[in-house]
């Protein structure tokens, strides 16, 4: 199935899946449909992904690990792991990856970069960032507390990150 433009269906409740092989050759938005336990492995989207309060979904299909436009993940709690070597944001319609409120999560992947905003806000079960991460605006980690940062990560950083209240500067190995 190839769908030339946009796919919005947000808020389909009862929709479960997608069929395999879809192709869309715009974004993709599913906010909150509540049923959705899992994406076609063999999914292809042109730019962005939105997948908002899609709280049954645990892990993203292998074609996420690199999006051309923004990722939003917001508030999917039952997310666990992200693709390795994750990258988001090629083209001009990038807003960045957006995970504020991925309770699930436990950790950031090595390889991840991200041409714009990084928003982990709410993020608290990740403990500790890699030290290559790359995030190339800004870096939002508030809410995230007890979270061990690298030197390094900060350094490179500097001002372009927002800490949480209590966090650990660790020196990687």
């Known amino acids: 199935m190839e769908i030339g433009g ?13 069929p395999a ?13 509540e049923s959705l336990s899992g994406l076609p492995d063999d999914i292809s989207v042109a730019r962005s992904v939105d997948l ?5 979904i645990a892990r993203l299909p292998k074609p996420f690990s690199s999006v051309h436009g923004s990722l939003v993940l917001e508030g999917m709690t039952g997310l666990e792991v ?7 944001g090629k083209d001009q319609f990038n ?11 436990r950790e950031i992947p090595r390889g991840v970069t991200v041409a714009g905003r990084m928003d982990l ?3 608290v079960g990740i403990r500790e960032l890699p030290d290559d991460l790359d995030v190339a605006q800004s870096l ?18 500097g001002e372009r990150i927002q800490l949480p209240c209590i966090y650990e500067v660790i020196d990687p190995s």
């Open 6 to 18: 946009d796919l919005d269906v947000s808020n389909c409740s009862s929709l479960e899946s997608l």
């Open 121 to 123: 806000s709410g993020c």
């Open 140 to 157: 939002n980690i508030r809410d995230c507390d007890d979270i061990r940062i690298p030197r390094t990560l900060l350094n490179r950083m």
């Open 21 to 33: 092989g879809v192709k869309i050759g715009g974004d993709l938005r599913m906010r909150e449909c």
């Open 95 to 105: 807003r960045g990856l957006s995970m504020s409120g991925c309770c699930g999560v």
């Open 82 to 88: 992200l693709p390795e070597g994750l990258t988001v």
């Open 52 to 56: 908002t309060d899609c709280v049954g």
